[in-house]
């Protein structure tokens, strides 16, 4: 180390530069370098004897920071103002060959006979850095495989669940009323097998859509004692029929109303009725609900089991964890799935063994209270009656045969379906009916041409009233069904039994009949969750499933179709007619706006995008597939 000061401060000086392990450059009042030990000459380049007597400035400064520089040092000295001295900052340093290197600089001072001396320790951050940045890119490239994971564990969860959807639809269709006793147990098993499998899958895609942070929280004010009556009357007669003891209680302090995402909160506590049904057979389960003395809303699950062994408490809520000796299938996903959720709600959730015996789960929901009225139900009219009527339904679409004939068997209609337009004029040619409803796009004979055959014709329904039951909307093809035949247009998808009951009474009254059509709103939503209760409690829960397991069909064979190397433009019209009959049907509003897009798009003359159509088409029915999944899981 080389000093210009004198003896003794070169003393104080050297013995610095010598004890610290990091570079030590001093300078002067002036900026000029009077110390540069032996990390600093490795450090920057320089020798000592170099560096001593010139500006540091020009040695060790880049010049994009010597102006800053000097005016710190100018700022210092005129007002004693200590911006940097005594604390530490990253900075870039010059070295000798030119290139810039990243330092760590903390700042001192120290006063001399020839005045104050500013001692800079100086420490190379270059492997630091890299190491950081080698980090941040093995944490990115991890979050990376973890999303891809999580997508890919998605698809295949979501393809399979759509796989093991067509055998429980398919068993669930099977008449096993006169099967042979080994036939009948043999179908069971594989429904039991199917079902199992489902509940895997599901709790698989759930677990990595909350890792990808896909799942969205919509709240909405609801009141208490409508969850308790809707968790009552799903879930009472599955703990009857397993001869278990179940109740619902809520407590006088609880809040009347609480905002929040029901369809959450519905799947949170059918998780948990579902552990309790299948770890504590033949206990007592008891579900509470009270407030938390603030303005939260706090449910308690408790059973009569065996409950957890204390070591298992610890880990509950893990993922793939389950206690030890516990043969039950699952992936052991299901708390781990409550506990996520739960936050998501603004919760929290805590497991322990209650003092009855058996486990005892508690989950606080805070700040959810709220003044906001649950929006009613239209209850305005009572549906009228249209016993004894007859109705001939030409549908060849097994999704909207099933809706159609429960409507209308509903209001007291008999209905007799026909599947192609061949056997629709024939059975109209023969049978008398008080209505015919005609699909347009039908196998054999387009319904135009069978209703052009019903009324040309000398059977018994030649002024029968005739309506139109398709998806055409589009205005060019409206002319061209009512020259058909057709009294007036039902469109697809029906917004609810009022619809047919609407027709019904415009017929029967000899009235003008309208032309119905769909609320075209909320074409965002993947599946509207209120379209699918209103399904569920205007069918009954058998036909809802039953409806749920043909639209699964459906859509798996719309995706079949749309996933065909050539597109055929005849191929895409006949695939989105029906899409927007099916995807309207359960309220499938987003897949139904794209459905409509991609039809008026291959009736255009241009027929410009049918390709990102069709990629946008499947997406959406994806969409509407996991929608439809979890709605079933939950409810």
């Not at 940045?133 to 969860?157: D, G, Y």
């Not at 929280?217 to 029929?241: L, Y």
């Not at 309208?514 to 209103?534: F, G, H, V, Y």
């Not at 309207?584 to 897009?597: D, N």
């Amino acid at each position: 180390m080389t000093s210009q000061l004198q003896t003794q401060d070169e003393s104080m000086i050297e013995a610095i530069c010598c004890t610290a392990l990091d570079a030590v450059v001093a300078v002067d009042h002036n900026g000029t370098i009077v110390a540069f030990n032996k990390h600093a000459e490795e450090l920057f380049g320089h020798a000592a004897l170099d560096a001593i007597g010139r500006p540091m400035v020009e040695m060790i400064v880049p010049k994009h920071h010597r102006d800053a520089h000097t005016a710190g040092m100018n700022r210092y000295l005129d007002t004693g103002i200590r911006t940097l001295i005594g604390g530490k900052v990253e900075i870039d340093g010059l070295h000798a060959d030119g290139h810039e290197i990243p330092v760590e600089l903390g700042l001192s001072t120290l006063k001399t006979s020839n005045g104050e001396v500013f001692l800079s320790f100086l420490r190379d951050l270059t492997e630091r850095n890299q190491r950081d940045a080698e980090i941040k890119e093995a944490r990115e490239k991890a979050q990376r495989a973890n999303v891809a994971k999580s997508f890919v564990i998605s698809m295949l969860a979501h393809d399979m669940r759509t796989a093991v959807g067509g055998v429980t639809g398919s068993v669930a269709l099977l008449d096993r009323e006169g099967m042979p006793k080994r036939e009948s147990d043999l179908v069971e098993a594989i429904n039991s097998s199917a079902h199992q499998l489902r509940r895997l899958l599901n709790d698989t895609l759930d677990f990595a859509r909350l890792e990808s942070g896909e799942i969205e929280i919509t709240k909405a004010p609801v009141r208490v004692t409508e969850i308790a009556s809707e968790i009552t009357q799903s879930w009472a007669a599955r703990f009857e029929n397993e001869a278990m003891n179940f109740s619902v209680l809520v407590g006088e302090a609880a809040p009347s109303t609480v905002s929040i995402d029901m369809a959450r909160l519905r799947q949170v506590l059918g998780n948990l009725l579902a552990n309790a049904m299948k770890y504590a057979p033949g206990a007592s389960v008891t579900m509470q609900m009270s407030g938390d003395g603030k303005d939260g809303l706090t449910i308690t699950v408790s059973d009569t089991g065996k409950g957890f062994l204390p070591e298992a408490l610890s880990t509950a809520f893990d993922p793939f964890v389950r206690p030890d000796g516990q043969s039950s299938d699952g992936a052991g996903l299901g708390l781990t799935i409550v506990k996520t959720l739960v936050e998501k709600l603004n919760g929290k959730v805590a497991l322990s063994a209650s003092p009855e015996g058996g486990a005892y789960i508690e989950m606080t929901f805070y700040e959810c209270r709220t003044d906001d009225e649950p929006i009613q139900s239209d209850t305005s009219e009572p549906h009228l009656k249209f016993d004894g009527k007859s109705a001939l339904l030409v549908e060849d679409n097994a999704t909207n045969q099933l809706i159609a004939t429960r409507f209308l068997e509903q209001l007291g209609c008999d209905v007799m379906v026909c599947s192609d337009g061949e056997s629709g004029v024939h059975t109209a040619e023969s049978i008398g009916f008080d209505i015919i409803f005609m699909d347009i796009d039908l196998p054999k004979m387009n319904g135009k041409d069978a209703m052009r055959a019903i009324r040309s014709g000398n059977g018994p329904n030649k002024t029968t009233p005739l309506i139109a039951f398709t998806a055409f909307a589009i205005r060019s093809q409206k002319d061209e069904i009512m020259a058909a035949g057709a009294d007036t247009i039902l469109a697809k998808p029906i917004s609810g039994r009022q619809d047919f009951e609407i027709i019904l009474k415009s017929v029967l009254n000899a009235a003008p009949s309208p032309e119905i059509k769909q609320d075209k709103n909320q074409t965002d939503l993947a599946i509207d969750p209120k379209r699918l209760t209103s399904l569920r409690e205007t069918l009954g829960d058998k036909d809802f499933r039953d409806l749920a397991a043909e639209f699964v069909k459906d859509i798996t064979s719309l995706r079949q179709s749309l996933s065909e190397p050539k597109h055929d433009v005849e191929l895409i019209r006949k695939t989105t007619h029906i899409a927007i009959s099916v995807t309207g049907a359960i309220g499938a509003h987003k897949a139904q706006s794209y459905a409509e897009a991609l039809n008026a798009r291959a009736h255009s003359p241009a027929q410009n995008g049918l390709a990102q159509g069709v990629i946008d088409l499947d997406s959406a029915l994806g969409e509407t597939m996991t929608a439809l999944d979890q709605f079933l899981e939950a409810s």
